[in-house]
Structures are given as structure tokens and as C-alpha cells.
């Protein structure tokens, strides 16, 4: 017997472990689900599976009228994945419908009488193509996207889950001469300075990584740093650190920063960044509601736990993998957090509050009740590069979504203000 694709049996794991356990591809690679794989077949089962996550709704779209009733979750998985390979990926129909095959018949009994419907539904599908192009991007669950319409409206909600569909390009944030590393990289300078790559290959390949020229950071995740405006000298601390981007910029100013995570895995990805970019911060793994600092910052960077739901179109199994329920307790935790990292300021200092999420509770109305809560707490001016003026919001911060920059690739979803007191 033939033996399965290891990339796709892998991704196929995948898939399952996000929509059976509610794992995230993150912490299933973490769980080394993609152990014994070459390089290469770990990025393209990374691939096969995000794609197969993102296109998910098309994917049961085109299959519908070829299926009776639902099969076993791990033979839809299996169609899925190979629809999205025919549809969305362009692979070659006869070579695609042979590995889905080969894979349903290594499955043992469990599977293997599946390997008839299989290759019938997958021929059926090959066979009607151009329908993938009529079909809608696939709307958010209803816990969302009921939220997000009732904040932004039907029309801005919808441009975001295409936003979600086109998928993340690669950026940039460098240490120095952006001008020339755009050239040598062959990207686009965006308007706040990050640098973007459609088609960048393997990461590690690229011109200025082994010298540490530059770190991958999503341009909205980048405008979080600037808007701290740390300066050389001063005593900044950054919280919910790992895996980095955000306390290379600061370290980058010349300031004295330290990073604090309670994950300590993801603190070696740090150290690892750090020390690729020729940059030092004091590194701390601790956790950010008992520890206590030895003397009062100049600045903190608060990157608070969220839903992450501005990151969806990089992550495309966030919004299967959560609800409104698992998402409540972080309300509290980030006030709580906001709360305690204000305290910690020299006088005359400052705190810039980020979330990657799309939520209001979780960033607007988070700065607007501390500022309720703190007396002489006032938000700062962000008139940083390249911020629009309809991304300033009402209460003092910035909010950006996947849906802007849409002719240039999108950003993720991020809401940013900075604090200080009196003045």
C-alpha cells in the first residue's frame, strides 16, 4: 500500500486538532504535532492547514451537493483539506485525488471503507471548478460577528472577513536604513515604516536575517512600540513581552528595557531575537500579577492577554477554536492588569494599553473606564507617521482593522492608546 504524504497527514492532524480539541496551530506545533518532518514539509502541513481553515466555509460550500450526509469529522476533515488543495491552492486534480486516498486508506478500519466516497466526492469536485469563484469569504461565527457588526456595521464587517480571506503578506520592522533594506528585499516602505513582502520565500532565506537586520512584526503591531516613544536612556518595561517584536523596537531606541512574559518558552524566542539582532534587554519570566518591579519605569508597553481577534487572518482557526464565553474572563484580567501597570510609573510617566482584537471591550472601553477610575489619568496625542484620521477614536486611542490598507494588504486588528497622569 502507498504510503500518505507526510505534509498532508500532518496537516490533516492539524485541521482535526483545531476543530475537534479547539487547539490553535500554535499550540498544537507546541505540542510537537509537527515532529519528524523535514523543514520543508513542516511549512507546507503549516500551509495546507491554515489554508484549509481559512477557506473552510467554501470548502463545505462545494462539497454540499455531492454529499448525502456529513461523514465521520476526520473523513470531512480529509475533504476539506483536499478541496482547498483542488480549489483554492490550484493542485493538480488527479495527483490530489490520489493522496486523499492514499490517506483515508492508511486510517486502517476506521477509514479505509471511506476511500470510494472519497475519491467519488473529490472527482465531483475536481469537475466543477469554476463554482469556487462564485462563492462568498466565509462570514465569522455569530458570536463575532454579531459583535463587530453591532460596533462597526454590516458593510465594515464584511470587508473585514474578506480581509480575512486575502491573508496576511509578510512585514518587517528594521533597526536602521529601511530605504535600503526595502531595496536589497525588493519591498514596499508602508507609511508608518514597516516593511511589506508579498512573496518572501523562507524567512530565514532573506537578505539581513542571519545578520539581524530586521525582525518579522506585522505593521499594526509595530505602530504599538511607536506610540510608547521610548527614548534612549529611559527605563521602559514591556509586559506580555514574548516572543519579542515590540521590545526589539524598544531596545533599538537605546532604552533600558525589560521584558517580562510568564512563558518561558516563548522567552527563548526572545532571547533568540534579541541576540540575532545584536539587541539586550533584561529578560524576566514571571508572572505580571504578583511581580513586583524594584523601582518605578519612565514607560510601559502594556500587550494585554486578548481574544485576539484582530490576528484572525494570519490565524485563521481563532474564531472556530473560541466563544463569547472563553473570551469574558479577559475583560476583567486586562483592567486588572491596566490597573496595576499604572501604578508602576515614575510621575510624569507613561503607559501605552494595546490589544490585538477587534473588540471594543477590549480596547476602547477598557481606556475609557480607567480613565473613569483613575482621577488625572488623561490620554496622550498619537500623531504618529502614517496614522489615518479616521483611525483616532473618540476617547484618546487609535483602532485599526484588517479592512484598512486594503489595497496595500491589510494590517491586523489592533486598538493602541497611550495614558499618562496630569500634566
Not at 454540499?64 to 493538480?92: H, N, Q, S, W, Y
Not at 496595500?408 to 497611550?418: E, L, P, W
Request: charged fraction near 25%; charge should be negative.
Amino acid at each position: 500500500m502507498a504510503r500518505p504524504d507526510p505534509a498532508r497527514h500532518a496537516a490533516l492532524g492539524l485541521i482535526v486538532g483545531a476543530l475537534d480539541d479547539r487547539l490553535s496551530l500554535a499550540e498544537q506545533i507546541a505540542m510537537d504535532a509537527l515532529d519528524g518532518l523535514t523543514p520543508g514539509d513542516r511549512a507546507r502541513a503549516q500551509r495546507l492547514a491554515t489554508a484549509t481553515l481559512r477557506h473552510l466555509d467554501q470548502a463545505d460550500r462545494m462539497l454540499k451537493p455531492f454529499m448525502r450526509r456529513k461523514p465521520t469529522p476526520d473523513i470531512l476533515a480529509l475533504l476539506r483539506l483536499a478541496t482547498v488543495e483542488l480549489c483554492a491552492e490550484g493542485g493538480a486534480a488527479h495527483g490530489v485525488v490520489d493522496a486523499a486516498v492514499t490517506l483515508c486508506r492508511s486510517g486502517g478500519k476506521k477509514t479505509d471503507s471511506y476511500a470510494g466516497l472519497v475519491n467519488a466526492v473529490l472527482r465531483k469536485v475536481a469537475a466543477d471548478l469554476p463554482r469556487w469563484q462564485t462563492l462568498p469569504p466565509p462570514a465569522l461565527p455569530g458570536w463575532l460577528r454579531g459583535r463587530l457588526m453591532s460596533s462597526y456595521g454590516k458593510a465594515s464587517v464584511q470587508q473585514m472577513e474578506a480581509a480575512h480571506l486575502a491573508g496576511a503578506p509578510l512585514d518587517l520592522s528594521v533597526k536602521e536604513t529601511p530605504e535600503h533594506w526595502a531595496e536589497e528585499l525588493g519591498a514596499d516602505i508602508l507609511p508608518t515604516g514597516s516593511l511589506r513582502l508579498h512573496n518572501p520565500g523562507r524567512v530565514r532565506d532573506l537578505p539581513g536575517f542571519d545578520e539581524g537586520a530586521w525582525w518579522v512584526q506585522d505593521a499594526a503591531a509595530a505602530i504599538a512600540a511607536k506610540a510608547l516613544g521610548a527614548q534612549a536612556g529611559e527605563r521602559v518595561l514591556d509586559l506580555c513581552a514574548a516572543p519579542g517584536g515590540k521590545t526589539m523596537q524598544l531596545a533599538a531606541t537605546g532604552a533600558d528595557v525589560t521584558a517580562l512574559d510568564m512563558s518561558q518558552p516563548r522567552l527563548e524566542r526572545l532571547h533568540e531575537n534579541l541576540e540575532r539582532c545584536g539587541l539586550s534587554a533584561e529578560v524576566i519570566a514571571a508572572d505580571a500579577l504578583h511581580w513586583v518591579p524594584d523601582a518605578p519605569f519612565d514607560a510601559i508597553l502594556l500587550d494585554a492577554p486578548c481574544s485576539a481577534t484582530g490576528t484572525i487572518r494570519r490565524h485563521p482557526e481563532l474564531p472556530l477554536i473560541k466563544d463569547a464565553q472563553s473570551i469574558k474572563a479577559l475583560f476583567a484580567l486586562q483592567a486588572e492588569m491596566l490597573d496595576r501597570a499604572l501604578s508602576w510609573l515614575k510621575p510624569g510617566g507613561r503607559l501605552t494599553y494595546v490589544t490585538c482584537s477587534l473588540l471594543p471591550e477590549e480596547g476602547e472601553m477598557q481606556t475609557s473606564a480607567a480613565l473613569a477610575r483613575h482621577t488625572g489619568l488623561k490620554p496622550l496625542p498619537l500623531d504618529l507617521p502614517g496614522i489615518e484620521a479616521d483611525w483616532h477614536t473618540p476617547e484618546g486611542g487609535i483602532r485599526l482593522r484588517p479592512d484598512y490598507w486594503a489595497e496595500r494588504g491589510g494590517m491586523d486588528g489592533f486598538y493602541i492608546a497611550t495614558l499618562t497622569f496630569g500634566g
